[in-house]
């Protein structure tokens, strides 16, 4: 299987530094701006089938990216969401403490969310799916940033769960790119944001 995955592009509760989990927020201005550069990046590329996540933030991308993919078939999984934070939803990042919660890091759970050990579960299981399904096609998946380090930490074993989620922040419309033949994964692109290039140096 190729496999593409992009998070989606900026929303005002990303630029305010504002957990979403669940929450189903808009796309901001920039987020748009940046999703047309990515679409853009992704025309010259060619998929078999395209998941994303229902949440707006990553449905709002299908319709530009399917301007060049307008034959590919769409697949919204709920599978594909973000961690659900509960409590902490919409509430600001840098008042977040995970001292305060009980348990180790993977088992930590905010009042109504998730773990990331149950956030393990869930994506392993639609990984499963996909190299069951989609083993020898060209898979795109738009998805959000704990998706992407849950599914980078699953395939990546240099690349602790741990680490990727108290260390590491996926870009904006980051691309990650990777051939899974089995268990043999190879990368190829990581958090790419070169079709961003010229806004970063505005």
Request: neutral net charge.
């Amino acid at each position: 299987m190729e496999l593409t995955v992009v998070r989606h592009g900026e929303t005002t509760h990303n630029a305010a530094g504002i957990m979403q989990g669940h929450l189903d927020v808009d796309l901001n201005e920039s987020g748009h701006e940046q999703t047309k550069a990515l679409a853009k990046r992704l025309g010259e590329s060619k998929f078999d089938i395209i998941y994303s996540s229902d949440l707006k933030r990553c449905a709002e991308m299908i319709k530009e990216i399917s301007k060049y993919h307008s034959g590919t078939p769409v697949i919204y999984d709920s599978e594909m969401r973000e961690r659900n934070l509960g409590e902490l939803q919409g509430t600001k990042r840098s008042d977040l403490n995970w001292d305060n919660f009980p348990g180790t890091f993977m088992d930590k759970k905010p009042k109504g969310g998730e773990s990331l050990n149950e956030m393990k579960e869930r994506v392993q299981s639609f990984l499963d799916m996909l190299k069951q399904k989609h083993s020898k096609e060209r898979v795109l998946l738009v998805a959000h940033g704990g998706f992407m380090r849950m599914l980078t930490g699953i395939l990546s074993p240099e690349f602790s769960i741990e680490v990727a989620f108290k260390k590491f922040k996926f870009h904006n419309t980051a691309v990650c790119e990777w051939t899974i033949e089995g268990d043999k994964v190879q990368e190829h692109k990581f958090n790419d944001i070169s079709h961003l290039a010229f806004k970063l140096n505005d």
